[in-house]
């Protein structure tokens, strides 16, 4: 009985194990754009670039935060480009470009360190 016991438990184990695999090979493939501002670009600047840049089909970008809890929430844009196509993320960059309020952009994907 102990050993059936102690089988289920390892079973178990193993399973919330490849189930933590599959959340962490999940996170490994996404990438970001992540798009850096020029000092005194207003809020509403920031919005409209985000707005205007978001056309390509595989680029999401990030969710807007309630701004009045977290007014310094928009300091950096980030695109999810995950799906997004060599072309789809060209597409975005030269958008961006396009902002003299822009100062960069940064591509990175969840191997960067950010070191």
Same mark, same amino acid.
């Given at each position: 009985? %102990?050993?059936?016991?102690?089988?289920?438990? &390892?079973?178990? +184990? &193993?399973?919330?194990? +490849?189930?933590?695999?599959?959340?962490? @090979?999940?996170?490994?493939?996404?990438?970001?754009?992540? *798009?850096?501002?020029?000092?005194?670009?207003?809020?509403?600047? %920031?919005?409209?670039?985000?707005?205007?840049?978001? #056309?390509?089909?595989?680029?999401?970008?990030?969710?807007?935060?309630?701004?009045? #809890?977290?007014?310094?929430?928009?300091?950096? +844009?980030?695109?999810?480009?995950?799906?997004?196509? @060599?072309?789809?993320?060209?597409?975005?960059?030269?958008?961006?470009?396009k902002f003299p309020? *822009?100062?960069?952009?940064?591509?990175?994907?969840?191997?960067?360190?950010?070191?």
């Amino acid at each position: 009985m %102990r050993r059936a016991a102690l089988a289920g438990i &390892a079973g178990l +184990l &193993a399973i919330m194990g +490849l189930a933590g695999c599959s959340q962490f @090979d999940k996170a490994l493939g996404q990438q970001q754009a992540i *798009v850096s501002f020029r000092g005194g670009t207003s809020t509403a600047q %920031r919005l409209a670039i985000r707005t205007a840049c978001a #056309k390509a089909p595989e680029v999401s970008p990030q969710a807007i935060p309630d701004l009045k #809890k977290y007014p310094y929430a928009l300091q950096q +844009l980030t695109f999810t480009i995950s799906k997004a196509s @060599d072309a789809q993320i060209a597409m975005l960059e030269k958008c961006l470009q396009k902002f003299p309020a *822009v100062a960069g952009v940064t591509i990175q994907d969840s191997s960067d360190t950010g070191s």
